[in-house]
């Protein structure tokens, strides 16, 4: 597309929305246009009338999708309410409204959810928030579901992982419209990452979230990070925190609802990822992060992410190295 072509981008938006998925990539949009760019959005919701963010902060709507012409683009935000409920019927039929009149289709974290409740994934490859990729493959058996990419594209399909990814999707859509130059730019003027590549893992649970509270429970991690290949059974756990194993039990249901071997299964799991990003082989990086064999890593892989360890490797490490190319 040509820079002075005007493009439209419709925003389908409802009560529970996540702010920062309507803000970060119409952001990306709007600094692409102080670059010569002609982003029009417009904000719309089911009836035309104003929404709710997921912050309590009212969003003005510009309309309904009846009042929309033809948009070249459609987004569609994420919110938490509809991982945990069915789509409504009237956001699946304006999302289905909007994406056949538009060139492409694109949405933002659980946005995914309303595209799937449409069809608009079916027989295509989707991502989503790795939170709730489990329950998109439940909902859409027909989508390849890529738990760990931060945005997945499927011919004029856009699909990007929770929150600010929404961001990396927008750059994406920035350069194949305008080149990398102008998307660049606009990373530079955000201060935000270069454009993450689209097959980039996602940050994975217990290594990014925030610490245990417990310090009994903080030293399990740095236990398991020191020798990852240790014992760390539930008994040797609690002899060398010098808690009993049925109190150990109650502190990780407490504060982390789940078991120590569960526990301990994910931090290497995580630090297998580590390994396999650094360029090991399947069977090294499960003999580093302390997996009794290669089988017993590939079937925590199945299971969290839905491929081998072999595949995840060949999928995100040549975007890695694509990206460090670039």
């Known amino acids: ?21 309507v803000s970060g990539p119409a952001e990306v949009l709007a600094e692409a246009n102080k670059l010569g760019a ?4 417009a904000l719309l919701s089911t009836t035309g009338a104003d929404v709710t963010s997921s912050v309590g902060i009212r969003i003005t709507v510009d309309g309904s999708p009846a009042s929309e012409p033809a948009p070249d683009t459609l987004v569609v935000p994420g919110g938490d309410i509809y991982p945990r409920t069915p789509v409504t019927r009237d956001l699946i039929e304006a999302a289905r409204d909007l994406a056949a009149r538009s ?4 949405s933002v974290c659980s946005g995914a959810f309303v595209l799937g409740a449409t069809g608009l994934l079916d027989g295509k490859r989707a991502t989503t928030h790795w939170k709730v990729a489990g329950e998109l493959a439940a909902r859409c058996p027909k989508t390849r579901v890529e738990p ?3 945005y997945v594209r499927d011919g ?18 920035v350069e ?15 201060v935000v990452y270069l454009q993450r590549a689209g097959g980039q893992s996602q940050f994975s649970a217990p290594l990014q979230a925030p610490p245990p509270r ?42 982390l609802s789940t078991t120590p071997a569960r526990y301990v299964e994910s931090i290497r799991f995580d630090l297998a990822k580590a390994f ?41 490490g040549s975007a890695r190295r694509a990206q460090a190319r670039a």
């Not at 004029?156 to 859509?173: C, E, K, N, P, R």
């Open 156 to 173: 004029t399909t856009y699909t990007s992982a929770g929150v600010t990814a929404g961001i990396d999707l927008a750059l994406a859509l």
């Open 38 to 41: 002609d982003y029009r959005i």
């Open 214 to 255: 417990s310090p009994a429970l903080r030293r399990v991690i740095d236990l398991v990070q020191a020798d990852p290949a240790g014992n760390h059974s539930l008994d040797a756990l609690a002899r060398h925190l010098n808690v009993s194993p049925r109190h150990l039990t109650r502190l990780f249901r407490e504060e």
């Open 148 to 150: 760990d990419a931060i």
């Open 276 to 316: 396999l990003d650094q360029g090991h082989t399947a069977t090294q990086a499960a003999a580093l992060a302390g997996f009794p064999s290669y089988e017993s890593l590939r079937r925590v892989f199945a299971r969290e992410l839905s491929i081998s360890p072999a595949a995840y490797q060949r999928r995100f």
């Open 176 to 190: 194949e419209d305008h080149g990398p130059e102008v998307s660049r730019d606009v990373a530079r003027a955000l």
């Open 103 to 106: 060139g492409r289709v694109a």
């Open 1 to 21: 597309m040509s820079s002075d072509m005007q493009h439209r981008v419709a925003m389908l938006v409802y009560d529970g929305v996540k702010l920062l998925d």
